[in-house]
């Protein structure tokens, strides 16, 4: 029997077996059939203390019998008034810069970014109807970038065959060149000249591109990049979808280079991973540009659940872990243990490029074939799973991203298995 469901960036014509999980807990999800996998990418990167953890569980059990959901205009409920100050309690501030101080909520990485462009695009034109400045529409972005599957978000991300269909739709931007090794200054050279040009905003994944390939750049340059807006006041959005949570070794990536950008995105692991939640997170002048007594200025985005109960009882259970256990800790000791062994597994021939932030371990292995639609990616996907573990590649691009809860033990097997998968496929075989 076929299933009517329709999977999402799977080629349904392939006929590769879709394996079903009946439940989950911690790093482990466990098959229908019998058999046990490492997840070793956190479900896509949502997974952060580890599946089904009892707090948050129970935090959804409990929400789900009092409040489901409520509509969000004009109406709030307490999960999402304790949310809203947890993450300006927690997020990223520094001497002289605007702190962030307002949460609008949204349901996925995507519209968190959607909603970003959107208020920064607000913010210009409010501005431009009070003829403080000029009207500004031009949004920046980084090389090799990813924001999400919505058109807005596509259209901010790296073009490719993955959004050719869409091409005619997504809207014109500037594209920054990837500050890699050696070449910060032409990137950062690159940034000031566009900015001349008075773009609404720079969006960037700060620290590191997932969905780019794991590219990693110094904290130094994501600061450099912020002071370059802010000298020619083109608002700064970070997309911290999936840096945030503690993902690259500090609860929000931008803490490292020491800024506060104009509005953050974050999604993802916001509820531990265990439900959809997502927040934007902007600072006074982009609200105030929005508040008025004029009817007509307010900021018109909403979806239907917004700011869902559930969801944010489960997010306000994840801060309140954040707050009360040393999740720094056991992300500092994954680290470490990712750290090391990846290094040991650059060893090997048959890979390159090893790299590693926070919880976010990524080597490129050396094979014949290795563009994003070969089938490298999915050879070691399969392979991966026969050895009992989740994994994901990007291209010949092979990834860890744990949820922190992952044990050394559990860590061994994970690169025992990238050891082997060197052997039977890296070019050196
Ligand atoms: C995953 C991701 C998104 C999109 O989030 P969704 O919840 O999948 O819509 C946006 N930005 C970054 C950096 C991401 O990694």
């Known amino acids: 029997m076929t299933s009517p469901v ?227 006041d083109v608002l700064f959005i970070a997309d911290e979808v999936m840096t945030g949570w503690g993902r690259t070794g500090t609860l929000f990536a931008c803490e490292q280079a020491g800024i506060v950008p104009d509005i953050m995105a974050v999604a993802k692991g916001i509820t531990g991973g265990a439900i959809p939640l997502a927040a934007t997170l902007a600072t006074s002048p982009i609200f105030e540009a929005h508040r008025s007594t004029d009817r007509a200025r307010l900021f018109y985005h909403s979806s239907s659940y917004t700011a869902n109960s559930i969801a944010c009882a489960a997010a306000a259970a994840n801060l309140a872990i954040w707050r009360e256990e040393d999740v720094l800790g056991r992300i500092a000791a994954l680290g470490g243990g990712l750290s090391q062994r990846i290094a040991s597994l650059a060893a090997s021939p048959a890979f390159a490029n090893p790299r590693q932030l926070g919880t976010i371990a990524a080597i490129d292995l050396i094979a014949p074939d290795a563009g994003y639609l070969s089938d490298i990616a999915p050879r070691l996907r399969a392979f991966a799973q026969e050895k009992g573990l989740l994994l994901r590649p990007l291209g010949n691009t092979i990834y860890l991203m744990p949820p922190y809860c992952l044990d050394p033990d ?20």
């Open 6 to 232: 329709w999977h999402p960036f799977t080629q349904h014509g392939l006929n590769e077996p879709i394996p079903r999980v009946e439940c989950a807990e911690g790093a482990l999800l466990h098959l229908s059939g019998g058999g046990t996998l490492i997840d070793a990418i956190s479900s896509w990167w949502v997974t952060t203390h580890g599946h089904c953890h009892p707090r948050i569980a129970a935090a959804i059990a409990e929400q789900a019998g009092k409040l489901d959901q409520l509509i969000f205009a004009g109406y709030t409920h307490g999960p999402a008034e304790e949310v809203a100050r947890g993450l300006i309690d927690l997020a990223p501030r520094a001497p002289g810069c605007d702190p962030l101080a307002h949460v609008f909520f949204s349901d996925s990485g995507s519209t968190a970014v959607e909603v970003a462009l959107k208020m920064a695009l607000g913010y210009w034109h409010n501005l431009a109807l009070d003829g403080q400045a000029e009207a500004r529409h031009r949004i920046l972005v980084l090389q090799h970038s990813y924001h999400g599957d919505t058109i807005g978000a596509m259209s901010v991300g790296e073009r490719g065959v993955y959004n050719a269909a869409w091409s005619p739709l997504l809207f014109d931007v500037g594209t920054i060149p990837f500050p890699a090794e050696g070449k910060e200054q032409a990137a950062l050279d690159a940034l000031e000249t566009a900015c001349r040009e008075k773009p609404a905003a720079f969006i960037v994944e700060p620290l590191i591109l997932g969905a780019g390939g794991m590219l990693i750049y110094p904290a130094s340059i994501l600061r450099e990049m912020a002071a370059i807006c802010a000298r020619h």
């Open 410 to 429: 559990q860590l061994d097997h994970v690169f025992a298995v990238l050891q082997e998968a060197g052997e039977k496929f890296g070019l050196s075989a």
